[in-house]
C-alpha cells in the first residue's frame, strides 16, 4: 500500500506518494515549473537548473532542484517567487544564447519570462541535459553514448567516437533530444541568432497566475512532464 505525505506548494496542501519528487507533484497538480532535462521515466540529474524552487525549512529557505527533491511529510515549497523567477529567466537566458536554434529551449525562455538576451549567442546542437545518454542507459540498457571530457569540452559521443556495434539504432536519442525541432520560423544561420518569442501570445493566461500550468503548446516539442500526463490519459 502507497504511503502518502501531505506538503504545502505555494500556499495550497497537496497530498501526494512518498518518494514522489517535488516536480512531478506539482506538475501533476496543474502547477508549472519549467523544466527542460527532466523526462518521465528516466532518472533525474538536475542539468538543467530550470526547475529549481525554494525549500522552506524553519523559516529558512533554500534554493534546489525541484526534480531532485522527493516530498515530505510537513514540506513547505515555494515555487513562483521574485528570487525563484529572477534566478530561473537567467538560467532560460543562457540556455538560449547558447543554442537558439531549439523550439524547446526558445519556448522555455518566453515561459520563463525572457525578453531580452543579454550574452553573446552561440549556435550549439547540445545543452547538455544529458537526456539521450539517460534513455540509452536506463531504457535500452545498451550505453551506446555517453559525456565525454570536462567543463566547454564536455559533449556526447559514441566511446572512441565510433558508433558500436552493440548500438540498438532506435533513434530514441534523437527523438528525445530537445535540439531536433527547430524554431517555428526555420533555422538561424550563424550571426543571425536571436530570441524567438513568436509563442509569446500562449501566455496571456497566465499574466496573473505565473505558475499554473495552462496546458500550453510549448511542452510538446520536448515532452514536457504535463504534456506526457495528458497524453496517457487520453
Known amino acids: 500500500m502507497q504511503e502518502h505525505v501531505t506538503l504545502t506548494i505555494d500556499g495550497a496542501q497537496i497530498s501526494?506518494?512518498?518518494?514522489?519528487?517535488?516536480?512531478?507533484?506539482?506538475m501533476e497538480f496543474g502547477i508549472c515549473i519549467p523544466h527542460l532535462c527532466h523526462y518521465a521515466g528516466l532518472s533525474d540529474v538536475g542539468a538543467c537548473r530550470l526547475c529549481i524552487v525554494e525549500h522552506v525549512v524553519n523559516g529558512r529557505s533554500k534554493v534546489t532542484t525541484s526534480c531532485r527533491?522527493?516530498?515530505?511529510?510537513?514540506?513547505?515549497?515555494?515555487?513562483?517567487?521574485?528570487?525563484?523567477?529572477?534566478?530561473?529567466?537567467?538560467?532560460?537566458?543562457?540556455?538560449?544564447?547558447?543554442?537558439?536554434?531549439?523550439?524547446a529551449v526558445q519556448d522555455i525562455a518566453v515561459r520563463c519570462g525572457v525578453r531580452e538576451v543579454r550574452y553573446p549567442f552561440h549556435n550549439d546542437n547540445c545543452v547538455r541535459c544529458g537526456r539521450c545518454v539517460r534513455v540509452c542507459s536506463e531504457m535500452w540498457q545498451a550505453d551506446a553514448i555517453g559525456f565525454i571530457g570536462r567543463g566547454k569540452d564536455r559533449h556526447v559521443d559514441f566511446p572512441f567516437g565510433r558508433k558500436p556495434d552493440f548500438c540498438k539504432?532506435?533513434?530514441?536519442?534523437?527523438?528525445?533530444?530537445a535540439m531536433t525541432i527547430t524554431p517555428c520560423p526555420g533555422p538561424m544561420k550563424q550571426g543571425e541568432e536571436r530570441l524567438c518569442s513568436a509563442c509569446e501570445g500562449q501566455l496571456m493566461m497566465t499574466t496573473n497566475f505565473t505558475d499554473s500550468c495552462v496546458w500550453c503548446e510549448m511542452g510538446r516539442c520536448f515532452g514536457c512532464t504535463r504534456q506526457l500526463q495528458t497524453a496517457a490519459h487520453q
Request: aromatic share 0%.
Open 16 to 26: 501526494a506518494v512518498k518518494g514522489t519528487s517535488v516536480l512531478d507533484t506539482a
Open 169 to 177: 539504432t532506435c533513434n530514441t536519442c534523437i527523438d528525445i533530444c
Open 69 to 103: 527533491l522527493n516530498v515530505a511529510e510537513g514540506m513547505v515549497i515555494l515555487t513562483d517567487t521574485e528570487k525563484i523567477r529572477r534566478l530561473r529567466r537567467n538560467i532560460a537566458e543562457l540556455l538560449v544564447a547558447q543554442a537558439p536554434n531549439s523550439r
